[in-house]
């Protein structure tokens, strides 16, 4: 299994990105859906996650300005990011809870976008 993540660069204070992520292989069922983030020097922090029901949660900083979706018949995560901020800087982590067939759910990474905000 893998997960591809696309969409990062660099944008101004105010603008918008949106970052999508497809998983892929040998895959039964994908559980939860979501993005993470680490800015240098900083500890990985929930940005958003997605149930399979499409039940999003947010990080608190991140309520009213991004929106987290995703297509379960592309197997795809996307997080749309509006009003971004210099302090939204950071590399941003998909990851996904998958069950191949007979196996429990295993958490994957995919290998980080790097988002850059400039003032």
């Known amino acids: 299994v893998q997960l591809q993540a696309s969409g990062g660069g660099l944008v101004q204070t105010g603008g918008s990105l949106r970052l999508s992520c497809a998983a892929s292989?040998?895959?039964?069922?994908?559980?939860?859906m979501g993005w993470y983030r680490q800015a240098p020097g900083k500890q990985r922090e929930l940005v958003a996650t997605i149930s399979s029901a499409g039940a999003p949660y947010y990080a608190d900083s991140m309520l009213g300005r991004f929106t987290v979706s995703r297509d379960n018949a592309r197997n795809t995560v996307h997080l749309q990011m509006n009003s971004l901020k210099p302090e939204d800087t950071s590399v941003y982590y998909c990851?996904?809870?998958?069950?191949?067939?007979?196996?429990?759910?295993?958490?994957?990474w995919g290998q980080g976008t790097l988002v850059t905000v400039s003032s």
């Open positions: 990851y996904a809870q998958i069950t191949s067939a007979g196996g429990p759910p295993v958490d994957y």
């Open positions: 292989g040998r895959i039964f069922r994908i559980y939860d």
